[in-house]
Nanobody, 122 residues
């Protein structure tokens, strides 16, 4: 069993920044892709960003390109989501996910964090 522990969520004004962290622990897994998803009230869970083990391959939702940056520190078993120029529409519960063969498909990820609230005020 893999545990994902998230931190860094909170309340920020539009135009501000937050950095989310997700630390993985427990049993090792063979599928190296890790990602971030988000869900707003009344909406489906949406893909945000994903990254390969070495960081050479990254993918972003169109809505966050140029504003969000995903990275990872394998020595710390941690993936990060740097969120800049935040907008009110970024408000959502953000979920860290791990162990997937596909970058953008939520159902392909085997492990999920508990979610952390990000609220962006106008």
């Amino acid at each position: 069993q893999v545990q994902l522990v998230e931190s860094g969520g909170g309340l920020v004004q539009a135009g501000g920044s937050l950095r989310l962290s997700c630390a993985a622990s427990g049993r090792t897994f063979s599928r190296s892709i890790m990602g971030w998803f988000r869900q707003s009230p009344g909406k489906e869970r949406d893909f945000v960003a994903a990254i390969s083990w070495g960081g050479a391959s990254t993918y972003y939702a169109d809505s966050v390109k140029g504003r969000f940056t995903i990275s990872r520190d394998n020595a710390k078993n941690t993936v990060y989501l740097q969120m800049d120029s935040l907008k009110p529409e970024d408000t959502a519960v953000y979920y860290c996910a791990a162990d997937s063969m596909f970058y953008m498909t939520a159902n392909s990820y085997n492990y999920w964090g508990q979610g952390t609230q990000v609220t962006v005020s106008s």
